[in-house]
């Protein structure tokens, strides 16, 4: 009888053993096929929404609301610095634009999903250059505090430091890890986009928000002169140009060949102008440019 019931046991144990691991079994091929179909999916996604595309068409995601680069006019119409430079690379490479004005966290899913080709997401950093690729950043700015004129009488973001005056930014910009690095995490407010931060800024819910030195410039000449913008720069000689996908190198020299001319032959200083404000161009790696031209030239050249 005590042999019997050891058996038993035994038996039960073995059949416990073997469920739990039919079990994992099962739920491991689950979890692994789900992971499969999900990964076939954004594959066939992507590859899709990349072959419904005509090859003659460029799809071009800005940042909205930020003039004078990219906003709507009175007219309801898409216009700005970012808008003409586009219409003229696309022109360039032979193609025909069509730009879309987003919010900025759909500017980076959308260039990862095949919805745009390139986009315009900020300035150049180390973190997005590991997610995309940037063609030559034509344009250079530094980064200024604008203030109510109620603070007019502060240099820097310093006077910030232990007071509560409110510093207004949205969710994604660099913006925020600049604050929490420099000790303002007391002093920042996040808003979910850049809309939302100057609708904060001018209700007085902030008394401060950063924004590129050529945006605060003409913010101030064209649209609010009642502004301030605080002398001593927050960040200085930020780059800012279009990003595509890494795996896109075709596109890659396409379109930087065509923003490299448009930088060289004075186009981009040009759209400036008639912005009516300084032409924020990055002539840094200029001479580069026309020294790898003139090998370029001399390399075809006849006889």
């Known amino acids: 009888m005590l042999k019997q019931r050891e058996l038993q046991r035994s038996l039960l144990s073995g059949f416990s053993r073997l469920s739990r691991f039919l079990i994992r079994f099962s739920l491991a091929a689950v979890v692994l096929g789900a992971v499969l179909l999900t990964s076939y999916g954004v594959r066939h996604w992507v590859s899709t929404a990349k072959q419904s595309k005509p090859a003659n068409v460029l799809h071009v995601g800005l940042l909205d609301d930020t003039p004078p680069y990219c906003f709507y006019s009175e007219n309801n119409q898409l216009v700005g610095i970012n ?41 150049v950093t180390p973190s997005r250059g590991k997610v995309v690729r940037y063609i030559y950043p034509d344009l250079i700015s530094s980064d200024v505090l604008v203030v109510h004129n109620n603070l007019k009488h502060l240099q820097s973001m310093e006077g910030f430091r232990n007071q509560p005056y409110k510093i207004g930014v949205y969710n994604g910009t660099s913006y925020i890890s600049l604050l929490r690095n420099r000790g303002f995490e ?23 928000i950063i924004m590129a030195e050529s945006v605060a410039y003409y913010i101030k000449q064209v649209r609010d ?5 605080l002398p001593d720069k927050v960040r200085t000689e930020r780059k ?6 890494k795996s896109d190198l075709a596109l890659w020299k396409s379109a ?17 102008k ?11 790696d200029l001479p580069l440019i026309l020294k790898r031209r003139y090998e370029a030239e001399a390399a075809h050249a006849p006889g």
């Open 274 to 284: 008639r912005w009516h404000i300084p032409a924020f161009v990055n002539t840094t």
């Open 83 to 123: 808008i003409d430079i586009a219409t003229e690379l696309a022109h360039r490479m032979g193609m025909t634009p069509k730009i879309e004005a987003v919010s900025f966290n759909r500017l980076t899913s959308g260039l990862i999903t095949g919805q745009y080709d390139l986009v315009r997401i900020g300035s």
């Open 186 to 208: 007391p002093n920042m407010v996040i808003y979910p986009n850049q809309r939302d931060v100057f609708l904060a800024f001018y209700k007085h819910r902030v008394d401060a």
């Open 256 to 272: 930087n060949t065509a923003i490299e001319t448009m930088v060289a032959d004075g186009t981009i200083a040009d759209i400036h």
């Open 240 to 245: 800012y140009g279009f990003a595509l996908q």
């Open 225 to 229: 002169p009642s502004i301030v913008i």
